[in-house]
């Protein structure tokens, strides 16, 4: 199921602000715990987060944070708990 979300929300994010390193978004090689509060303090904030969150969910992206939810968090939205192929 499609909610038809534009993608142009993307350039309205607050995770493409000057200075804001796109690492914190997804997780570091270390497995380091708690590796997203940075990402998902920022996604607080964000006036496109309802449509970060759609397009992932959507694409079945399982990497990163997007809408404030990090992949394994973002698995209650799927059918099965499996993204979409």
């Not at 997203?36 to 969910?57: F, Q, S, Y």
């Not at 990497?63 to 993204?83: I, M």
Request: proline residues 8%; aromatic residues 8%; neutral net charge.
């Amino acid at each position: 199921m499609s909610l038809n979300v534009s993608r142009e929300w993307k350039r309205d994010g607050a995770c493409v602000s000057p200075g804001v390193d796109p690492d914190i978004f997804f997780a570091p090689p270390d497995g380091r715990k708690n590796w997203d509060k940075a990402a998902k303090l920022l996604c607080r904030v964000c006036p496109v987060k309802k449509d970060c969150l759609i397009t992932a969910i959507e694409d079945g992206e399982m990497h990163g944070v997007w809408g404030g939810l990090n992949g394994s968090e973002r698995l209650q939205f799927y059918v099965g708990n499996a993204p979409p192929q």
